[in-house]
């Protein structure tokens, strides 16, 4: 994969470069412990468009970016088809820690990690969020199925949210890449709605509380001095 890809530490945002060196000193989990490094994201702050997987994996490991395996050249393409590239959109994952394996992230790891998540959003401020599998849609839909809700937009506060299969998907049911592809293909028309109707638009609903963040975590996000002398 090429640098055109970028690297997390373009970040030119003050606050998301903040965010990202909180990210890479952080102990919060047991995901620390494994990590090669972390995967905060990639692309600008602000953006309009925000794309979130679930955790990084070996590849991502490896090179501290999202998506850089084949789920993430299937990414590529798709952003490509509805004119869109890794220059224009933020990528990121709900954990920022590869689970060893590539086993799912679990609900305590996840809600570790959710601080951070829940500031890259505030820091990013997409008008569209694309989730992509069942752990970032989680986020906006819980107790949903991906298979009955995907490609079906909602409108919480001044952010439309669509949900999609993960790109891998694709790779192990090569059934799904029409339907992935099909509702990527909603993007532009969604993109135009949310820029036409600004952060009032019709049909909104309140941008539900994370599921995973205590109160006390939003209010402090940093790692403490106890959580790092645990590493
Ligand atoms: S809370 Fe997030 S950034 Fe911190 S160790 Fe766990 S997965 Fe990594």
């Known amino acids: 994969m090429s640098d055109a890809i970028g690297s997390p ?7 998301l470069l903040t965010l990202y060196e909180e990210i890479a000193d952080c102990p919060a989990c047991e995901l620390a412990r494994t990590r090669t490094q972390t995967v905060p994201g990639v692309g600008p702050a602000p953006a309009e ?8 994996g070996a590849r991502e490991d490896e090179r501290g970016l999202p998506f850089v395996g084949p789920a ?15 220059e224009t959109v933020h990528i990121a994952n709900v954990v920022k820690c590869r689970p060893p394996g590539n086993r799912d992230p679990q609900p305590e790891e996840i809600a570790a ?10 820091i990013v401020d997409p008008l569209l969020i694309v989730t992509l599998g069942r752990f970032s849609m989680s986020r906006w839909f819980p107790g949903a199925s991906i298979s009955r809700i ?25 059934d799904l890449r ?23 638009g019709n049909g909104s609903v309140s941008e ?19 959580q790092r002398a645990l590493l």
């Open 9 to 15: 530490t373009r970040a030119a945002n003050p606050a």
């Open 49 to 56: 468009v925000m794309c979130i997987g679930e955790a990084p």
């Open 72 to 86: 993430g050249r299937f990414l590529d393409q798709l952003l490509g088809s509805v004119g869109l590239s890794r």
């Open 113 to 122: 990690c959710t601080p951070f998540f829940e500031r890259q959003i505030a």
């Open 150 to 174: 995907h490609g079906q937009p909602k409108r919480f506060g001044g952010r439309i949210v669509l949900p999609m299969y993960h790109p891998a998907a694709a790779l192990h049911r090569g």
């Open 178 to 200: 029409p339907v992935i592809e099909a509702d990527f293909a909603r993007i532009p028309e969604l993109l135009e709605q949310a820029r036409r109707e600004g952060p009032a």
């Open 208 to 226: 539900p509380s994370s599921p995973y963040l205590p109160a006390s975590a939003a209010a402090a996000p940093r790692p403490s001095t106890e």
